[in-house]
């Protein structure tokens, strides 16, 4: 009985750490473009400023253009698109 409890501890151990893993890497990846841009403000979003301070080719013009749903700052989604789509240079 002892055997078994511990090959069952060992597999719940290793089961754990795959799916930690597994769902782990994802949202690291989702994030890789905004995890360059620091929310200085800790509001949620990105403004020109925080943008611009690793995107200083940003201009106000490109930054609209990214800026989709017109709220005046990016969120992560459109930050990480403006940057897929090549249109802020480092």
Do not use: H, I, R
């Not at 090959?7 to 890789?32: C, G, N, R, Y």
């Not at 360059?36 to 020109?48: I, K, R």
């Not at 611009?52 to 992560?76: K, P, W």
């Amino acid at each position: 009985m002892t055997k078994f409890a511990l090959v069952l501890a060992a597999s719940a151990l290793t089961a754990t750490a795959v799916f930690a893993e597994e769902t782990a890497a994802p949202a690291a990846d989702a994030a890789a473009p905004a995890a360059e841009v620091v929310d200085t403000d800790a509001n949620g979003t990105f403004s020109l400023v925080e943008v611009q301070a690793v995107y200083a080719n940003v201009t106000e013009e490109t930054f609209t253009a990214a800026d989709t749903d017109a709220s005046g700052e990016l969120s992560a989604e459109e930050l990480a698109a403006a940057v897929e789509a090549g249109a802020f240079a480092a």
